[in-house]
């Protein structure tokens, strides 16, 4: 007796969606795709917005910004819900070990007091700056367009919210969490004359309606600035006076805005190329954001490492801004 096995395969009628096949082919998609591209809703709306009547919900003239194909800024990434949360995951299990390692074993007694109150002074009240950059972000989420750049902005949103936190962890590891620690840093920012600058550009930023020009002033120049006052030439300082331990509690932020780089720097890369009205419109919000930040960072930068701290922050943001196809401009 013989046995004669054979297998079948069976054809999909349907490779995948029709809303993805018009943009794809006839082809498997991924699940970012499935879930990122055409499926924000533009017809058919009830109701304009009661605080915006003039517009529609999804309106594309919420910036000054043109684009032939709303759906070109795809996320290099690849985030969707799922994927992104699965890696934010991984970066607070990382945090929190970390945070658990430097309070089990003390590291805080190892820090001298002119370290503690520097920290509390000059790094703390950067938690105020991240919750600034959190709402400046929901303004992409909520008045941008296209589900590819929408839904990567609330995740960039909530990104910034958890370094706010992170720093506000900071804190507490050197208080003991009383929270003492927060309520001075709360004092600077709001008196101290370092900060008096940035304060002023977290609250004149939110009255800007162009979402896409707060984009600009948030992941290029904004994030520009403190990555590379704060995370690179304050964290040397910290090292100088034997406080290192403290770069493992920064490293979450570190991440984070490496993270969000490679996607921002994507984004705008695409806008500068869509066409010359484009590139204009993002030189002259460049330069004039530039403007803005390097004096708001000048005190700060001044008072908690060197005078020419912030020219230095400033040429580093001008030579990524040259590889995304944008230049100050000098008329400007």
Known sequence: ???EIKTSNVEPIRQNYA???RRFGSKPA???QEVSFDVQAETNFHYRPLWKPEKTLNDKTNTALQMQDWYAFKDPRQFYYGTYVQHRARLQDTAESNFAFFEK?????HLSDEVKAKVIEYLLPFRHVEQTANLHMMSGSAYGYGTVLTQACIYAAMDHLGVAQYISRIGLALDGNSGDSLQQAKQAWMQHPAWQGLRRLCEESLTEQDYFKLFLLQNLVIDGFVTELVYQQFDQ???????RDLAM??????????DLRKWSDTVIKTVAAESDHNKQLLNEWFTQSLAQVKAAFTPWATAALTADAVDQAEQVVIDRAKKLGLQPLTNA
């Open 1 to 3: 007796m013989t046995l």
């Open 19 to 21: 809303y993805i096949e």
């Open 30 to 32: 991924t699940r970012y």
């Open 105 to 109: 074993r003390q590291l805080a007694e």
């Open 237 to 243: 300082w910290l090292v100088t006076q034997n406080a």
């Open 249 to 258: 509690l920064t490293e979450f932020m570190k991440d984070t805005l490496g």
